[in-house]
């Protein structure tokens, strides 16, 4: 990788041997190689025993970086990658196996298939909450289809990007996997400007992903956009209260609430909203104890700028629980906050960040009234134990993914599509959704030259009636 500050750099910014690394991967993926399934297969698992190998060196880079536990780690990075590569490769062929579909009637006795082609070169860039999992999940996926990739790691999280710099050049030459560091609002402006990649996968913020749409659509490039929201919680009257609090209190303090799909505020029935606060209160001590900041379990808020955003949300509202933060460690303890204004950041802004707004309603149209001021979250979820319930409000709540029961928990699952809808994003991955991410769908038709019938060709007058009853 090219890092001095002396090097020569093209009109777009970018070093000079960065460009011709970029038409070194267009011109090795031209010449067809990885292609084949055995070139694939052989990629994951390669990629797979490197994980098993750097995991201690993963771990200690995910706590120093975020302080994750190595049990979070591996359940959410890590081991979350291992998982997915296993899916990849178990249904690997059958992905790649052309597909045979119908034919009409007009193109008959032809066969029809969709074969999935790779796209080329594709650029994979990564945020700095779950810097490994979404960095290497992508990866996975764009190497299943075939492609050659580009990786720009959050510089962010410095001590993983460090890790997995190490391991992508031991394992893949720079052909086949390009790992670019710097600073992200410099680097990727370069390489989108100066050279056309075949697709950008960009996990992130919604200013962000705009500007790399913009880039994009100045040379059609197709994207990828997994972003963010305000992911709304709603709890109804009739739920298991006991269990909704808990569900929802570990994915909204897991990493210290820095999760794309965390529940981002609540909306509970007014008629258990006390109940529901209590058994809040009661799951987050038995998670963290009275002092998270010496929890094993508990995480700390990336950098000093995310910490005093966050840190501003505070005087927002009124806090039912938590609000003890230290800025030297960067820590905000897991809080509960009502009586906030509609109109104010923390209820406009994507909270990322331990920070839980609690909201009573009273009848769904006005819990609804609130959701419909942030449309089109990553996701949603509902707590309820009636199937007339669940069913409407999975309907009335367009989202990227939810959960009935649960949170957050549907992005672990690979048969399940993960992405937005609307301002949280565009496009879907996980499983098989990530191949076909990746992929190119080539329709392909052959006929046979046996049958050749003279309709088919001038003149066509008097045919009308008979292209009638063919094409319907």
């Known amino acids: 990788m090219l890092t001095s500050s002396a090097a020569i750099h093209n009109e777009n910014g970018i070093h000079a041997g960065l460009a011709n690394q970029l ?174 990649f075949d697709h950008v996968f960009f996990t992130g913020g919604t200013a962000v992903g705009k500007i790399i749409y913009e880039l994009a659509a100045s040379k059609l490039v197709p994207v990828t956009l997994e972003l963010g929201g305000k992911s709304p919680v709603v709890v109804e009257a009739d739920a298991n209260i006991t269990v909704a609090a808990k569900r929802i209190a570990v994915t909204k303090f897991s990493n210290a609430g820095q999760m794309c799909i965390a529940p981002d505020y609540l909306l509970v029935h007014s008629s258990v909203k006390d109940k529901l606060v209590d058994a809040l209160k009661s799951a987050i001590l038995s998670f963290y104890t009275e002092d998270a900041s010496n929890s094993y379990n508990y995480g700390r808020i990336i950098n000093d700028r995310q910490f005093q955003r966050l840190q501003s949300y505070l005087s927002q509202g009124n806090i039912l629980f938590g609000g003890q933060t230290n800025r030297d460690e960067k820590y905000i303890a897991p809080t509960l906050i009502e009586g906030v204004d509609h109109d104010s950041p923390i209820m406009k802004d994507e909270i990322f960040g331990p920070i839980l707004p609690v909201i009573s309603y009273d009848n769904m149209d006005e819990a609804l009234s609130t959701i419909q001021a942030n449309p089109d979250p990553l996701a949603f979820y509902v707590f309820t134990q009636s199937k007339e319930k669940e069913q409407a409000w999975i309907s009335a709540v367009p989202s990227g993914g939810a959960c009935v029961n649960n949170a957050s928990w549907h992005a672990t699952n690979p048969h399940l599509p993960f992405g937005g809808r609307g301002n949280s994003g565009i496009g879907a991955y996980h499983g098989n959704k990530s191949f076909d991410c990746f992929s190119h769908s080539k329709a392909v038709m052959k006929t046979p030259a046996w049958f050749d019938p003279a309709i088919k060709y001038p003149p066509f007058k008097g045919k009308l009636n008979l292209f009638k009853k063919i094409i319907r």
């Open 23 to 196: 038409s070194a991967m267009r011109s090795v993926f031209q010449s067809g190689k990885n292609r084949s399934y055995e070139d694939r297969k052989q990629r994951l698992q390669r990629l797979r025993d490197l994980v098993l190998k750097y995991e201690n060196e993963l771990q200690q880079a995910l706590y120093a970086d975020l302080h994750k536990s190595p049990e979070e780690a591996w359940v959410t990075e890590t081991g979350f990658v291992i998982a997915e590569i296993n899916h990849i490769l178990k249904h690997l062929k059958s992905w790649m196996r052309p597909k045979r579909v119908g034919t009409n009637l007009l193109n008959l006795p032809s066969v029809s298939h969709i074969h999935k082609e790779p796209l080329g070169v594709v650029l994979i860039v990564a945020p700095w909450n779950y810097p490994f999992q979404l960095l290497i999940s992508p990866l996975a996926g764009a190497l299943a289809a075939g492609n050659s990739v580009v990786l720009k790691p959050s510089e962010h999280a410095p001590a993983t990007a460090a890790v997995m710099r190490e391991m992508i050049s031991e394992a893949f030459d720079e052909s086949e996997v390009l790992y670019v560091g710097g600073e992200g609002a410099e680097v990727i402006p370069g390489m989108m400007k100066s050279f056309r």
